[in-house]
């Protein structure tokens, strides 16, 4: 009886997963439906950044057949991703809480919250910051008699990386508060540790970023502040814990 229970229970578990699953999926389809119409409007402010800075005269330009038509609808699809991340998230945070204690759940639900924020934030600060400097720095680089007119697909897989690394790299001050609130350290032996966090933020920017010097030092800098904010938070969190077990005991 006790193995037939467990069968069930384990087969429940996979088609509440698989219900999950497709309610992600078809959240990702319905937000790119409306996307895919305005498919090369969406391109065409998502290129505005490089178009803004290239030589006059200069376009992108495809270098596949069937680009023009495919690259448009993949960042239509990214974008559908990306707008449905909260979704998804509550979907993870709904299929998992049963299995949390209280205390789990009042941490995970302002997890997920701030860490879709800080997420959509270094994705903003890419798109707005970054990319305005280092198109420009690329652009004005180049050798004499080289026309710079870029891939449209180049240019996808560049920016998306970019975004990708950003919005991870954003997500520095949620790593550090959780790795205090669980007790793996404290903010007193993060902060001794502050120089080889700056080492490794370069290091990071190097591994995520183009083989540029400016994008991974754009990239190491809002890491390194972020690892400041997150220093901060986890002093305070610490020190209500601390209070509140002082008037526990």
Not at 89 to 100: K, M
Not at 155 to 183: C, D, H, Q
Request: charged share 15%.
């Amino acid at each position: 009886m006790e193995n037939e229970s467990t069968k069930e229970t384990f087969i429940s578990h996979l088609v509440e997963l698989r219900n999950r699953i497709l309610y992600c999926l078809g959240a990702v389809l319905i937000v790119f439906i409306p996307m895919a119409i305005f498919a090369n409007d969406l391109y065409e402010y998502f290129a505005a950044p490089l178009m803004a800075v290239l030589p006059e005269g200069s376009t992108m330009i495809s270098t596949e057949p069937h680009g023009p038509f495919f690259v448009p609808f993949k960042l239509a699809f990214a974008a559908a991703v990306a707008v449905t991340v909260p979704y998804i998230l509550y979907q993870i945070w709904a299929f998992v809480a049963p299995g949390l204690y209280e205390n789990e759940k009042s941490l995970v639900l302002p997890v997920i919250t701030s860490s879709t924020i800080l997420f959509y934030l270094g994705i903003a600060f890419a798109y707005y910051v970054v990319f305005p400097i280092i198109f420009l720095f690329f652009t004005s680089t180049a050798p004499e008699g080289v026309a710079v007119m870029t891939d449209i697909n180049a240019y996808f897989g560049f920016s998306l990386k970019l975004f990708f690394a950003f919005g991870v790299a954003f997500e520095v001050p949620i790593a550090t508060v959780i790795m205090v609130r669980t007790g793996m350290t404290t903010p007193e032996a993060l902060a001794t540790k502050r120089p080889y966090i700056v080492v490794a933020a370069f290091v990071v920017g190097m591994l995520m970023t183009p083989p540029d010097i400016f994008s991974q030092t754009l990239l190491a800098l809002p890491v390194w502040l972020l690892f400041e904010i997150g220093l901060w938070f986890s002093r305070r969190i610490k020190t209500r814990q601390n209070l509140a077990e002082a008037e526990e005991g």
